[in-house]
């Protein structure tokens, strides 16, 4: 816990006491007082209350701004992306990069290939690289490594669409994926749909967000929970295999969510094979995160979307915040929004 | 010029003269010495043969390794991108980060929005953070500013489908897009097509080969030129206008190109909007790069294709193999591939 000075104190200016005087006071160091507001671990509970109480009688004001300016002397960013050729963060990461550099930061990017033991592995190559802080979009979320990497790091961090234990003080940006997937799968319930199909991503939280929609939407309307969900990489493999395993099962659904894009170019690439009829008279699909394929495929098809440039600019500004002295994380949820098509229509 | 050891004094070890002898030897100070064998270019024609004299003489051998250390003190690469959120430089940027991350690189990037005005900043800007060398995707070929800081900058550089003028030396990954281009324009002309529109993004390299490839393969054939060619930016506006433009004109085209993937979604917008058939008894499509739209849009859509990591790999080694002491720019070029599909027919 770093020293917070009073309100008070922070208006002074003239006849301010200096760090030495506080240290003459308390008769130590000059760098255990330097430990003690700074908030360093290894300080004796004596020595904490020796040290405030000088602090306190002088009315010592540390100089927060020289302080931060020599904690972030690079002035740049550093963001671990999971996948950059996937269009969502390759959005988001346009988003991050403009508001960084507009604030005078530069980004270093790294690609973990979804990847969890190169997100522990990037976090501490940019933190040898001295970043100012971190900007994360993390392959997983319960990685001991990546956790263990996290819990020892000073660097503020900013989440992207990702939650860890409360013993990790990170910023997050949130995407409020329950409710574009509650508004698609009532929209389905409405058309006559009983058996949907969700094709997930990793275990991370879009894909538990959605799938909590599913089942909530399914109690709410007391309604037996005929959907199947099948979690996999974030990747067209997955989405074209998941498909074929809903398809070829004993109760194929007459619906399906795919929960990403390069999901849905699998599932796609599965459907347009067998020559699967989409939507009116067919399988009703909905997609999360819009492309280009979603509105040009024809049928168009249905989606839950979000503003991914403007996530990664939020993601940004909430970085920048903590670089400029706020001390305490914090977590922002942008909104999603279901946009039904074509792709969906009653069962067959 | 920097001073270029001959080979038989490379493999001296013991017995080396050191700087200070030929500075001793010259009559000059240490600092012209340095002056000169670095190709500092304030230095008199009478003073540089002065000290090759003496360097000659001493058969001394600078330090190569040490003064490229020196050089590359931040192992970073700096990369101007145009646009991220395409998928062609989402690829592109992912095969480079991986191959500067395995060199022990870090990568900053930048985005330029496609705006030359923004390439010259970011150079800059990456130049001041101290990047040991740039990739340049750079969104124009000819922008003053842009051409005048890397006539000024010592940084190595590698240009990614580009082409500057020679007094810039710089590495280039250059894709055949002539190869490619001809190929499609003859699979048009072999079906019978003989007025082909041809929507072309920013007049940088790619647009200029593509358009000598149109233009070669009607003279080879002794045909009429008959097509038309549309340049402007390259986003999904200019690929539907554009589409406008050539539907709507007193002589519209039976097959039209899109030099580019952004381009392609606009067309296929405005194509989709008037119902126009495509492929079989409607209109001829050929596209530039693959996405995942090209693949599963019904009919499948003719690209010319190349391969994106790869071409960001390689830029990544070019400029890899400068930082690690090679002088000379190179430049590579790498293949594209047509495949022809069903959007691609005799015309109605």
């Given at each position: ?54 602090v306190e ?5 540390p ?35 403009t ?6 930061y530069s ?11 190169l ?17 994360l ?98 990747a067209?493999e ?12 004993p ?10 894009n ?30 280009s ?15 991914n ?7 940004a ?32």
């Amino acid at each position: 816990m770093a020293y917070q000075p009073k309100a008070s104190e922070r208006t002074g200016g003239a006849g301010r006491s200096s760090m030495r005087e506080v240290a003459e006071l308390a008769g130590v160091a000059m760098s255990s007082v330097s430990r003690v507001l700074s908030g360093h671990p290894d300080v004796s509970p004596a020595m904490r209350e020796r040290v405030m109480e000088a602090v306190e009688r002088l009315g010592y004001q540390p100089d927060l701004l020289a302080q931060s300016l020599r904690r972030r002397a690079t002035r740049t960013a550093g963001f671990v992306v999971g996948d950059i050729s996937n269009p969502l963060l390759a959005e988001i990461t346009q988003g991050a990069e403009t508001a960084l550099r507009e604030a005078g930061y530069s980004m270093l990017l790294t690609n973990s290939e979804n990847d969890p033991a190169l997100d522990a592995r990037h976090i501490r190559l940019l933190e040898q690289r001295r970043v100012d802080g971190l900007l994360l979009s993390l392959a997983a979320e319960d990685s001991p490594e990546t956790l263990d990497v996290l819990r020892r790091s000073e660097t503020p961090v900013v989440l992207i669409d990702r939650e860890l234990g409360a013993d990790i003080p990170a910023s997050a940006v949130l995407s409020d994926h329950r409710a574009g997937m509650r508004a698609a799968v009532a929209h389905l319930l409405d058309l006559g749909h009983r058996r949907i199909g969700f094709i997930a991503g990793q275990p991370v939280r879009p894909s538990r967000e959605r799938w909590l929609a599913l089942r909530e939407v399914h109690e709410e309307r007391r309604l037996p929970a005929g959907y199947e969900v099948l979690e996999g990489a974030l990747a067209p493999e997955h989405g074209r295999s998941a498909t074929q395993r809903l398809l070829d099962g004993p109760e194929p659904p007459t619906a399906i969510v795919a929960g990403g894009n390069q999901l849905l170019v699998g599932a796609l690439a599965e459907l347009v094979q067998r020559g699967t009829t989409i939507g009116e008279g067919g399988l009703s699909l909905v997609s999360c995160d819009e492309i280009s394929l979603t509105e040009l495929f024809s049928p168009p098809i249905a989606v839950v979307r979000r503003d991914n440039r403007e996530l990664g600019r939020h993601a940004a500004r909430l970085l920048l915040r903590r670089l400029e002295g706020e001390e305490h994380p914090e977590t922002v949820v942008l909104p999603t929004e279901f946009v039904p098509r074509a792709s969906c229509a009653p069962p067959a």
